[in-house]
């Protein structure tokens, strides 16, 4: 028999989901992130280490857990490759293995980040408090 748990939140911001899929994800062979970016995230605190994940899912601290990071979640290559860098620095296998990108996940990149700071701008200095 399959078992299907499915974590989702209803609120932006903090409201505990990391927590709960860390605990559960001892139990599991699959976690998988399906959306949102790196400004979202969570810390770990296990084994007396401190480990901050803001795209790669917790199941990777687990050594037999597949980790997926699915179709809507946005990846900004620079922060992705050092959150990899730094999980390996720990001593956390991270390989083709145990860790999957969707070929649909959204990219952005430098240029993406500058236009949304030229749109905030312009938003602010045209709005009427």
Known sequence: M???LAILGM??????????????TEQVDVVARFNSGNNAGHTLIGDGKKTILHTIPSG??????????????VIDPSVFVEEISNLKNNNVSVSSDNLFLSENAHIILPKHIEEDKEKNKTIKKNTVL
Do not use: A, M, R
């Open 2 to 4: 399959v078992n299907t």
């Open 11 to 24: 609120q932006f911001g903090d409201e505990g989901k990391g927590k709960i899929v860390d605990y559960l």
């Open 60 to 73: 990777i601290l687990h050594q037999n857990t597949i980790n997926i990071i699915g179709n809507g979640l």
